[in-house]
């Protein structure tokens, strides 16, 4: 990788802008402090952040937030929101995973109760839920056109049909089900991938990851979602598997040819686009709704078996478990929202890809149970250390389209951490910390290395000071699997 | 001839692709793929399919190609090793591809590619040879 120049005018000490020269259409914001800025200037997300304000239509600033690396088209921590009548949409400005998203489940559960029978726990999570490359359950044989209503109504379909009951739905972005979708414009071999992989893990960094509540920045706000110090908590982290990738791969090949069809000059091809009023562009949101919806289904039948390993791991019912969910964000998704643009409310299609949403308290998409508090915000960590739970603030809301960051973020290639790894045993160092790791492949391990990424602690500090999000809770694992 | 090298792409994986002609980088790009996917010392020849596969430049030709081959791969549980391009221009070729069904007994997967894109995808000649990049998402 061959590091650059760029013109970088530092704003404050959490935010630096990329002025707006040759074909931006406007400047660039990235959120990080010093000495991560110094770390980001080391691959090309950057020249990403540069690349998304060439688009049409793009409004305020191309974003980068503090977990920003080099992706595909946007950067990973990319936010960039669209107008209605100039702007356009881009599947690689959501990314293959549609829908990637984190679900927290709290429990009625405390630390001292599971300590003894953590292994049964993680034995019970990696039988029920099947995880790794090309995972499929066995169990579960769907018609086409199951496969379409699954499409059609995300989470409310898996709690219709046992997955869960009506009240996880109301803990959900956008209540499981994003509106629009019209399963016609999924290709059949979509549906064919997507009718093997429901209900499934996948593999890289998917994960589901049983912790606990160990330090409460803020009491009341914990208490509103449920989290008490030493509480057991469950964070699950998928998306909409291979049917997901064949939509962003059926929908590129539309967007190369409507780029050239609307004139839209493009400085990578990933970034491909068409009009968000146009046929194309319509017909991708579409589908791209279906995609999502699958990934809510996805994690809604993912908590069910984890409800159902918990249950059999310990011998409880779901009166002493009570396992439910505090809120499940997205984190590749393109929106329609309201925001404010030069004082003036306007309806905006956000792209969101590696960031997720963080509304304020009072905004009418914030869960009716946390409207005093903001939308959470979840935040994982890599395996070793720990993640975050936020909510969204009024800065959120005004300065980053109500988004923040997604993660820790990778500094190491997989590659490296791979050498990295070498003549290790991942799974071994994990248990002397304490945490038990079951993953489908030792390879992945290696690449999840806790090094390969960030400290999220510092990525976490990085929104709360610069007001895009307020710390509420750090939960630290005691067991994962993994893909 | 080396048939490929890895580059570092944080979050990713990404190739640089030789070939003397256009065919051999085609073929050598899906050898890539496959070898970052699986251990292909374990895999044999038992399977052999044709393959046809269009695109609008040699760019899209080459993700097109190596986006059937995943397909084949996920889907149909497939290993490739050997590919021979029988016919291509620059906006189509067909190939005779060689592999056999995944065996978890005795096949190791190595890394899970959900998909190629087109970002930094560059397809060059230079000095009467070729070289490709292709970044893969993960």
């Given amino acids: 990788m061959n590091e650059r120049n760029y013109k970088i005018q530092k704003i404050d000490d959490y935010r630096w802008r990329i002025p707006r020269e040759g074909k931006m259409r406007v400047a660039g914001i990235v959120y990080a402090d010093e000495s991560m800025m110094k770390e980001i200037q080391k691959d090309e997300s950057l020249q990403q952040v540069i690349n998304v304000a060439y688009l049409p239509g793009i409004v305020g600033h191309s974003l980068g937030m503090p977990d920003i690396h080099w992706g595909y088209g946007f950067p990973i921590g990319g936010v960039a929101a669209f107008d209605m009548e100039e702007g356009v949409v881009s599947p690689g400005g959501v990314g293959y995973d549609i829908n990637c998203g984190v679900r927290l489940l709290s429990t009625g559960l405390c630390r001292m109760e599971i300590s003894g029978k953590l292994e049964s726990i993680v034995d019970s999570l990696f039988v029920n839920i099947p995880s790794g490359v090309g995972s499929h359950r066995k169990d579960l044989k769907l018609s086409q056109q199951e496969v379409k209503n699954v499409l059609k109504n995300g989470a409310q379909w898996a709690v219709s049909h046992g997955y869960g009951s009506k009240e996880d739905l109301e803990h959900i972005e956008e209540k499981g089900c994003i509106f629009g979708a019209d399963p016609e414009l999924v290709s059949s071999r979509a549906i064919e991938r997507g009718l093997a992989q429901l209900g499934t893990l996948g593999s890289g960094n998917h994960f589901v990851e049983v912790g606990y509540v160990s330090e409460i920045f803020d009491e009341e706000i914990a208490r509103t979602l449920g989290l008490e110090k030493d509480g057991i908590t469950i964070v699950v982290h998928t998306g909409s598997r291979g049917l997901g990738y064949q939509v962003c791969d059926d929908f590129i090949k539309v967007m190369i040819r409507a780029s050239g069809k609307y004139n839209i000059e493009l400085p990578d091809r990933q970034l491909c686009c068409a009009p968000l009023n146009s046929p194309e562009g319509r017909d991708y949101l579409a589908a791209m709704a279906c995609a999502a919806n699958y990934a809510f289904a996805n994690r809604q039948m993912i908590t069910h078996w984890v409800r159902e390993s918990f249950e059999r791991a310990l011998h409880v019912g779901p009166k002493e478990s009570r396992i439910s969910p505090v809120y499940d964000v997205c984190h590749n998704i393109a929106k329609f929202e309201d925001h404010l643009v030069n004082g003036q409310k306007k309806r905006l299609c956000v792209h969101r890809k590696g960031a997720t949403r963080a509304f304020p308290p009072n905004h009418p998409d914030t869960p009716a149970a946390y409207k005093a508090v903001g939308q959470p915000v979840l935040i994982p960590g890599d395996m070793g250390r720990c993640s975050y739970v936020l909510v969204g603030t009024e800065k959120a809301y005004s300065d980053t389209f109500g988004s923040t960051c997604h993660g820790a973020g990778r500094v190491m290639s997989r590659n490296q951490a791979t050498k990295m790894a070498k003549g290790r045993s991942i799974a071994q160092e994990l248990k002397e910390k304490g945490i038990l790791v079951r993953a489908d492949s030792r390879a992945t391990l290696e690449e999840e290395l806790p090094e390969a990424y960030k400290d999220v602690t510092e990525v976490v500090d990085i929104v709360q000071h610069a007001g895009i999000s307020k710390k509420v809770a750090q939960l630290k694992p005691l067991c994962v699997i993994k893909g | ?138």
Wanted: glycine letters at 2%; zero cysteines.
């Fill in chain 2, 1 to 138: 001839m080396l048939k490929y090298k890895l580059i570092d792409h944080t979050a990713d994986i990404g190739i640089d692709i030789f070939g003397d002609t256009m065919p051999q980088l085609f073929s050598n790009a899906a050898f890539a793929m496959f070898d970052i996917i699986a251990d292909l010392s374990t895999v044999e020849k038992k399977d052999t399919r044709i393959i046809a596969v269009d695109g609008i430049d040699k760019e899209q030709l080459l993700v097109n190609w190596l986006s059937e081959l995943l397909y084949l791969h996920e889907i149909k549980n497939m290993l490739f090793k050997e590919f021979y391009i029988n016919d291509m221009n620059d906006i189509q070729l067909k190939a005779t591809i060689h592999g056999e069904l995944l065996d978890e007994k005795r096949h190791v997967i190595k890394t899970a590619i959900k998909a190629v894109t087109y970002h930094n995808l560059t397809i060059i000649q230079e000095n009467d040879h070729w070289r490709a990049r292709v970044i893969f998402d993960l």
